[in-house]
């Protein structure tokens, strides 16, 4: 047997065993992906004000471009996916399976939202509620106390103030 074919044959065999574990993701696990790169993205372009990226000089996009594949990297590591893997299933979608990834998106999202609108109701108890009028308790403002009565404006000190008081030289 030549060098070339043993060498063809070990790369084969080598290169079967990680075909078989490059499992298929389902379209909720890619939406799911999807979403969590969306968001930490989005949280990059945040931190650095959502600027266009004509407003940014070249080190600016470069770093955020650093900062987003980061972020990307680190989604798919928590959701134990490689990028290749992921960047491969997405290139052979067709038509249907972009349908599935969508409709699991909406169901996500609808899922979030059920769950976010559930949450706060729970957190937020009505208790109850100080109203102040005026600038203290014992300087209150008072604005139109009747119904249809025209504002009331005091003019000089107010109740409790002195007036400025005489310079103790002056008799």
Same mark, same amino acid.
């Given at each position: 047997?030549?060098?070339?074919?043993?060498?063809?044959?070990?790369?084969?065999?080598?290169?079967?065993?990680?075909?078989?574990l490059a499992e298929d993701l389902t379209p909720e696990q890619l939406a799911?992906?999807?979403?969590?790169?969306?968001?930490?993205?989005?949280?990059?372009?945040?931190t650095h004000g959502n600027k266009k990226s004509s407003e940014l000089s070249?080190?600016?996009?470069?770093?955020?471009?650093?900062?987003?594949?980061?972020?990307?990297?680190?989604?798919?590591?928590?959701? *134990?996916?490689?990028?290749?893997?992921?960047?491969?299933?997405?290139?052979?979608?067709?038509?249907?399976?972009?349908?599935?990834?969508?409709?699991?998106?909406?169901?996500?999202?609808? /899922?979030?939202?059920?769950? *976010?609108?559930?949450k706060p109701s729970a957190d937020k108890e009505p208790g109850e509620i100080?109203? /102040?009028?005026?600038?203290?308790?014992?300087?209150?403002?008072?604005?139109?106390?009747?119904?249809?009565?025209?504002?009331?404006?005091?003019?000089?000190?107010?109740?409790?103030?002195?007036?400025?008081?005489?310079?103790?030289?002056?008799?």
């Open positions: 047997m030549s060098r070339r074919l043993s060498v063809l044959l070990l790369s084969t065999w080598l290169m079967t065993p990680n075909l078989v799911r992906i999807r979403r969590a790169e969306k968001a930490a993205v989005d949280k990059v372009n945040a070249n080190e600016e996009r470069r770093q955020i471009i650093r900062e987003q594949q980061e972020a990307s990297r680190k989604v798919m590591e928590e959701n *134990g996916v490689s990028p290749k893997d992921y960047a491969r299933q997405s290139a052979k979608m067709g038509p249907k399976q972009n349908e599935q990834v969508a409709a699991a998106e909406k169901a996500l999202e609808a /899922q979030e939202k059920a769950a *976010g609108a559930a100080q109203v /102040q009028e005026g600038f203290s308790e014992d300087n209150p403002v008072m604005m139109e106390e009747q119904e249809g009565a025209p504002p009331v404006v005091e003019h000089g000190l107010p109740a409790g103030e002195e007036g400025p008081s005489e310079p103790s030289g002056a008799q």
